[in-house]
C-alpha cells in the first residue's frame, strides 16, 4: 500500500514562506513527476503546479513568480517552495505523486496565511 509523507503547512504571516514535502517510500513507489493542489473552503480543488518527468513545470496565473515545485529523486519527493504568501493562498494543500503504478493523493496539509 502506497502511503505518503506530506509535511510542511503551517500558519504564516502575509509575505511568508513555506516548503510543503510529499515523501514516498521508494520500495513502494517510485515519484516520476506530479502535481500539488488546493483547495479552499467552499470552493473547488485546484491546480497549482505541475512537474513533468523531464522537469518541465507549470504554475496557475494566480501564483506564477511566487511558487516552485521541484522534485528530488534522490528524496523521492515533490516540494513546493511557497514565497510571497497572501491570505487568498489559505487552503489545504494536497500532494499528486505519479509513478509507474499510477498517482496517488497526499492526506493534505493546512496553510493558513494570516496576520
Known amino acids: 500500500q502506497v502511503q505518503l509523507a506530506e509535511s510542511g503547512g503551517g500558519l504564516v504571516q502575509p509575505g511568508g514562506s513555506l516548503r510543503l514535502s510529499c515523501a514516498a517510500s521508494?520500495?513502494?513507489?517510485?515519484?516520476?513527476?506530479g502535481n500539488w493542489y488546493r483547495q479552499a473552503p467552499g470552493k473547488q480543488r485546484e491546480l497549482v503546479a505541475s512537474?513533468?518527468?523531464?522537469?518541465?513545470?507549470n504554475y496557475a496565473d494566480s501564483v506564477k513568480g511566487r511558487f516552485t515545485i521541484s522534485r528530488d529523486s534522490a528524496e523521492n519527493t515533490l516540494y513546493l517552495q511557497m514565497n510571497s504568501l497572501k491570505p487568498e493562498d489559505t487552503a489545504v494543500y494536497y500532494c499528486?505523486?505519479?509513478?509507474?503504478?499510477?498517482?496517488?493523493w497526499g492526506q493534505g496539509t493546512q496553510v493558513t496565511v494570516s496576520s
Open positions: 512537474i513533468t518527468r523531464s522537469g518541465i513545470t
Open positions: 521508494r520500495s513502494i513507489f517510485s515519484i516520476d513527476f
Open positions: 499528486y505523486p505519479i509513478g509507474r503504478i499510477g498517482g496517488y
